[in-house]
Every structure is written in C-alpha cells, then in structure tokens.
C-alpha cells in the first residue's frame, strides 16, 4: 500500500464516522477497517497510517480522489483559529472533534446505484443512466418521480465542470432551474461536491437542529433564522455547519 500524506490535524475514524453510523453507502463502503471506493473501474482500499493514508491500489487518478473524498483542501487550521474566536460554543466542537475532516463527493452525478464490484459499488456515469428508461431506476428502489428527475438530470445539458468555476449563487441558480432540484439539493452540492467555504445550508432540517442546540433561542428556528446566524460564522461556514452536526450527532443528543 502505498501512503497519501493528510495534513494535521486529521482523524481518520472520526472523518469517516459517517459511512459506519448512517448505514451502508454502496459508493463508499466501510469494509474490515477500511473505506472502499470505485476508481476508473478498480476497487480502491484507503485505510489509516501514520501522517495519512494507505491507498491501493494508486495512481495519478486514484489520488485525485482520494484527496477530494478526504476533504484535503479544507483549512483546518485557519479554522481553528476561527472557532476560538468565535466564543465557548463553536470552540469546545472543534476541540472536540480535532482532526475531523469532513468526506467530500467527488463525482458530481453520484448516486447509489452502480456496477458491482468486490465490495463498493461504482456510481453509474451519467450517460448510462441519459439512456435509461425510468422503469429500470424504479426496479432497484427508485420511486416513479424520483426516476423521472434523476433521468431528467441526466439528460440536462448542465456543464458540470462549467458550473465548478462559477460564484456560488450562479452554482445555485442554474441547479435549482433544474427540474426536481432545490435550494436543498444545491446548498449540499456546494458543500459536499465543490466544498466552497461559505456555502451553508440554511434549509437543512439537521443543521436547523444544530443551531437550535448550539446558539438557538427556540426549539427550531426557520430557515430564515439559520440563514441570519451563518453570517457570523464567514468565511468557514461550510465547516462550522460540518462540525454542528456531526457533534449532534456524535454526542446523541438527536438521532
């Protein structure tokens, strides 16, 4: 195996807590130790090491997303710096997740469904599934509108390279244009796939939960109440919002 270098601080088994507590993701499966992924049509094992990772197999290819899955190009530190900055609250959660690096997607067109391998599944590419009919997407879990949107993506002419050089608010407006894709769905895009600091996704019902634990006045403030409170927290909104809830989470004070 060979060794990908992590900058510190970096916890493996906290970064990649996620695919063991949520359940089996077939594209990033947790498997003996370790976290399997396809890569170019090879099952990729990444598993702990010293100053890293261990990768195999590895190439140019498999290292690119590696890096982009481990979250490599966030700023820790400077976040730290941050948090103890920004009072008790956001403080005492980086000090209590130091190292945790949150998981990014690669692969903007990601899903579940894929090609078997040993163990992980590979996500489907995207003109596999422009020339699939919805009744194969509702023969393995999909409902019928679900399988229309997710055809309806496939077929769209978003660029998606294109999109990845834009400001986030044109990344957002040309998703939700989209059919089947909403502020929801582009607020995690920005977050989980293009990993832009400030994005913040102030509709999402956990982290609606999170900022109610943490800085809320009421058991669960709007969307709008969320959207207020990211500001505080420029430029590293899109980390705070990662370590609100994995806290909430990791602690169990939510299931």
């Known amino acids: 195996m060979a060794l990908v270098p992590v900058p510190e601080p970096y916890d493996f088994a906290l970064s990649t807590e996620r695919f063991r507590r949520f359940g089996p993701d077939l594209a990033n499966l947790w498997y003996e130790g370790g976290l399997h992924r396809v890569v170019g049509g090879r099952e990729v094992r990444i598993e702990p090491a010293a100053g890293g990772v261990f990768v195999e197999p590895l190439d140019d290819e498999i290292a690119a997303v590696v890096a982009a899955l481990l979250g490599l190009e966030f700023d820790l530190v400077g976040f730290e710096r941050f948090a103890r900055g920004q009072g008790h609250e956001l403080a005492a959660v980086v000090e209590r997740l130091r190292g945790f690096r949150p998981p990014v997607s690669p692969d903007p067109f990601e899903t579940l469904l894929g090609e ?140």
Do not use: M
């Open 116 to 255: 078997p391998r040993i163990h992980a599944f590979a996500f489907p590419a995207r003109e596999r599934l422009a020339a699939a009919e919805p009744a194969e997407l509702r023969a393995v879990g999909f409902s019928g509108r679900k399988a229309e949107y997710v055809i309806g993506l496939a077929r769209s002419d978003l660029d998606y390279e294109a999109l990845s050089r834009l400001p986030d608010e044109e990344v957002k407006a040309r998703l939700v244009a989209v059919r089947g894709l909403g502020e929801w769905t582009a607020d995690w895009y920005l977050a989980r796939h293009l990993a832009r600091p400030q994005a913040w996704p102030a509709g999402d019902l956990g982290l609606r939960k999170a900022v109610a634990a943490f800085y809320g006045d009421c058991p669960l403030p709007s969307t709008e109440e969320v959207r207020v409170i990211g500001a505080r927290f420029a430029p590293f909104q899109n980390l705070t919002a990662h370590y609100l809830l994995a806290d909430l989470y990791l602690s169990g004070r939510v299931e």
